[in-house]
């Protein structure tokens, strides 16, 4: 999975690892970073490696590996620092993702599809084509429900297809009570995270009407002032979005080491793209995200310059 990987990455991963261990194969799943604690609930996820923290048996489980699956993500610099392992691994790589432009070149085989709502139903996808439905538990219904519902935001995105919603009824059938998943991962919180977020709306974000843009940035003082964690700050940069009008969101935030950029859009404006030619990053149409070594302040005049920059493609509003 990706680093600091979210509900989908996680969650699917999760999914493949509880369907493969029914036929007796030896499975780990490494995380190339640590994760948010509200990760925690799902089937097995304690069992996870995090890369960063326990490389040497990683790098030994890699190396040794007969097949890796790489799920959600696209090229192998999304693994940060297990890219190298996974490049020098001569064991066979295979590809489940939903991101734009995969590095085809170092995967065996996979599926790449951009439609797809999450790699949790492409997960899913792949359990019923091979024919395994009786496979499908309560493990596997809970790890997949997550990836989706979190990448689809609540099933409100475009990418929230029939086959999404066929596959939940599927789920809900097979007897998933996906109520107390929704509690597990969005009623779960600090009380300083809430007020973290207060205090980000109040002083934090400014809107361009001009350009129908928000953008938030966070100096790394309020991340230690309110003991902000992995995972805190998942979904802030949607919040602009809410106000009328509004076409792109963006947020910056100072890591310490870089400043980790959000970008999230409206209709027909591209953030994908955006993201490619400004921060080094991409992801999706409506989402996604880069990075930057440069100082907070620098790399805010340089979001204002590439809104500037594209000024004509934010101030037409259409849907
Ligand atoms: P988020 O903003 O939630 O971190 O990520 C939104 C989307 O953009 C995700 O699909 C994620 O995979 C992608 N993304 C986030 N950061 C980066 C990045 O630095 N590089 C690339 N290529 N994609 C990113
Ligand atoms: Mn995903």
Known sequence: MHQKPDGDAMGSTLGLYHFLIQFNHIVTVISPTNW???????????????????????????????WIFCLDFNTLNR?????????????????????????????????????KSSTAEMVYDFIINAGFQDKINDDISKCLYAGAMTDTGSFRFP???????LMIADLLKRGLKQSSIHENLFDNFSENRLRFIGN????????FYEYNTALISIPQQDLI???IKTGDTEGLVNYPLSIEGIKMAAIIID????????????GDFDVNTFARKYFNGGGH????????????????????EAMIENKKELCTYQF
């Open 285 to 304: 149409f409506n989402a996604a995200g880069g990075s930057s070594r440069d100082a907070i302040e620098l790399v805010v005049s340089k979001f204002k």
């Open 36 to 66: 948010a604690s509200f990760l925690n609930w799902m089937p097995a996820c304690s069992t996870v490696l995090d890369y960063e923290k326990e490389t040497t048996a990683s790098n030994l489980l890699i190396n040794e590996a007969d």
């Open 200 to 207: 980000v709306l109040l002083n934090r974000m400014q809107i």
């Open 255 to 266: 890591r310490g080491e870089e400043r980790k950029c959000s970008f999230r859009s409206k």
């Open 225 to 227: 002032k309110y003991e």
């Open 79 to 115: 693994t940060k620092n297990m890219e190298q392992a996974l490049l020098q691994s001569s064991s066979t790589k295979i590809l489940l993702d939903h991101h734009q432009q995969p590095q085809t070149e170092v995967f065996a085989y996979g599926l790449s599809d951009t439609s």
């Open 159 to 165: 990418s929230t297809s029939s086959a999404v919603h």
